[in-house]
């Protein structure tokens, strides 16, 4: 009875791992956001200091812009995520590309585990 329990929780907790978000779709689904135009569910995926420090309108009106701006080159064709690091906080680099003829941007990002989720950080 005893192994039975283990086992069933250590599926439980295999599956809740499997379904966590990694820290690199977080920053895929921040940028999907903000080219879909979705700024609330962009600043879902920021973490509560960052919109502290700038203030919740100024963030959402940043991100807006962005959002314009990646609508003017056509959208998001790909993002790369390459991230380093252990434990809660991870940092690297996001390489958008679009879908019109803007160059690709090269983005420097930095990750904290908020609440059990990853959030994006202030790089510095």
Do not use: H
């Not at 009875?1 to 966590?20: D, E, I, P, Q, Y």
């Not at 956001?33 to 009106?61: H, N, P, W």
């Not at 003017?72 to 940092?91: F, N, T």
């Not at 609440?115 to 510095?124: L, V």
């Amino acid at each position: 009875m005893r192994k039975l329990m283990f086992a069933a929780l250590t599926a439980t907790a295999v599956m809740l791992a499997g379904c966590a978000r990694s820290p690199e779709s977080t920053v895929e689904s921040f940028y999907r956001a903000l080219g879909k135009g979705e700024i609330s569910e962009a600043v879902s995926y920021v973490s509560s200091q960052l919109t502290g420090m700038l203030g919740r309108d100024k963030m959402s009106a940043a991100l807006a812009q962005e959002s314009q701006r990646i609508r003017k080159c056509g959208g998001i064709k790909s993002i790369d995520v390459k991230l380093e690091g252990q434990g809660e906080i991870r940092s690297g680099a996001a390489m958008v590309t679009y879908a019109g003829d803007c160059p690709p941007k090269n983005e420097s990002v930095k990750l904290v585990m908020e609440d059990g989720k990853w959030k994006i950080a202030a790089d510095k």
